[in-house]
């Protein structure tokens, strides 16, 4: 049985591919500081998988003591960590920008940490959470990894400096390191049991969650940034992927890397279909059989009109194909939000 750590396991993505890897027998170490989670998650996980061996550490991956001991604890356990998937990070774009220091602190300094106990240890696979934000505004959609990377943010300076670290040490060190930065389009939606799903603290930025918040009466209405944009309806278009098809992205990200020669990877992971803020709404209306009340308002800043992903790498090279349409994103987002409306409290 082997031993993955995920690092931001607690949060959305990370608990739905715990799940997944669970399910796939992997033993697990989730290192999580609950700055934007509750370990709740985690016991969720033990419910649904009561075969599944977690082991949750709190704390933060820029502490670099506490990253030894969780990398000691395993090898004296006899269970070494043989690779990490590494979802630890803040990911507000507005945040990022009103406090650039926090994201460069958290993101690169922690990545680094990371990257330096890995190395101490000599574990040298590791799955980096990246995102379609690093590529900015772009000329073509959908969007290929030969894309420029053009990040338009802190957020994304973030994570376009953590790639680029992951290639300088992939190229001192050819023969050992196997690396895969996947970069994320739009992931909503939840696990289609209700258990378990996006739970931010805080006021969210992202669409899904403000878009549940108005069919709960906790928002009067969506405020729609701009329908003034050069795509077919005026608003944002952008690829919504189940955030179940994500995670099991990283299973066959994982048992790739594992079962192949060391390599780096850089893989957009989306479904290659742009849906627009009204689509969304639509669909999200038909399927939950709700009203949305909307009003279009300014643009938001940093905002891009089209962001679509080429995904014909992703599908080439290793075991993984999207499964879920736009239907199920808003069916199964909306039963973990109408079933737990405070989320995991
Ligand atoms: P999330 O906030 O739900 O999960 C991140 C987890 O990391 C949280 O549980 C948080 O408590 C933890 N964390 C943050 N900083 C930490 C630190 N320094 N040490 C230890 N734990 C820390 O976010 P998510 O949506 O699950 O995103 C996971 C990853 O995917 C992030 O790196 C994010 O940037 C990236 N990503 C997310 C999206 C998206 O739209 N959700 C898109 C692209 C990329
Ligand atoms: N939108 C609204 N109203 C809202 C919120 C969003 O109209 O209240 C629109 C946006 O203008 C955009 C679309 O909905 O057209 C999606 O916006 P999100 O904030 O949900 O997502 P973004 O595409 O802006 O960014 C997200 C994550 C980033 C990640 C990126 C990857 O927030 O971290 O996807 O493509 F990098």
Redesign the pocket.
Known sequence: MKTILVTGGAGFIGSHTCLCLTEKNYQLIVVDSNINSTNKSLEKIKYMNPNSKIIFAKGDIRDLSFMRKVFNNARENKSPIEAVIHFAGL???GESIANPLMYWDSNVCGSINLLKIMCEFKCHTIIFSS?????GNTKTNPITENEPINPTNP??FT?AAIETILKGIFGSSESSWRIANL??????GAHKSGLIGEDPLGEP????P??CKVVQGKHKE?????ND?PTFDG?????YIHVMDLAEAHISSLEFLIENKPQYLELNI?TGIGT??LE?VKTFESVNKCKIPYVF?N??I????N?VADNKKIISLLNWVPKRNIKDMCKDGWKWQSLNPKGFN
């Open positions: 990911k507000s774009v995102s379609a934000t690093i590529y957020y994304g994570k970069r994320y389009f739009n992931p909503i930025n992202n669409i899904f403000i878009l969506l405020r729609i940034f701009g944009w608003t944002g278009v952008r690829d989306g627009s803020v969304l308002c643009r938001r940093g905002d891009v009109a962001a």
